[in-house]
């Protein structure tokens, strides 16, 4: 009687643990890069294969002057007031044919502003693709890379054996 319970209870866990839920599972890549003060930040947003829902709209919180905003193709931008967030959304009259689709990516989002990098919140929105309806929302924050200190040490210790090196050649040269 033990065994056909345990049997019926691994049955079911088993079962239950083997079903997938539609879930909006997306990653977010940034390139930022500095001239003249001026920051230039380029987003990629890749939708995973195992999501069932499209991204329709993508949003970056940032509380600072934002100008020179791009989008991807039949994707429109704004900027909410004077909050700093800069939102895209894919053009919803053509229902979702534009959207990020499971397994696809899309790059293209950028704007510019004098604010360094630094961790930016961003919104993505998801559209289910069975319930024809508002999917999930995902959250997360973004940073450019800074690199480490003993990144910079290695770098600094390269550079100076390079030039030591060519000293000690022109030296021996003579």
């Known amino acids: ?69 791009l989008s991807p193709s039949n994707w429109y931008v704004w900027q909410w007031g004077d909050t700093g967030t800069v939102e895209w959304n894919s053009d919803y009259h053509l229902y979702y044919a534009y959207d990020i689709w499971p397994g696809c990516s899309l790059s293209g989002f950028s704007f510019q502003s004098n604010y360094g990098p630094g961790n930016l919140g961003y919104k993505i929105e998801g559209w289910d693709i069975d319930n024809d309806d508002y999917g999930s929302t995902n959250t997360g924050t973004t940073s450019a890379p800074v690199p480490e200190p003993s990144t910079m040490i290695l770098l600094g210790s390269l550079a100076t054996g390079l030039f030591g090196m060519a000293g000690l050649r022109k030296r021996f040269k003579r």
């Open 1 to 69: 009687m033990k065994i056909r319970i345990s049997l019926f209870v691994l049955l079911i866990i088993f079962t239950f643990s083997s079903i997938t839920f539609a879930a909006l599972i997306t990653d977010v890549g940034v390139n930022v890069t500095e001239s003249a003060g001026i920051w230039t930040y380029e987003y990629t947003v890749e939708n995973s294969l195992s999501s069932n829902e499209t991204v329709w709209s993508f949003s970056v919180d940032i509380a600072a002057d934002v100008f020179n905003i």
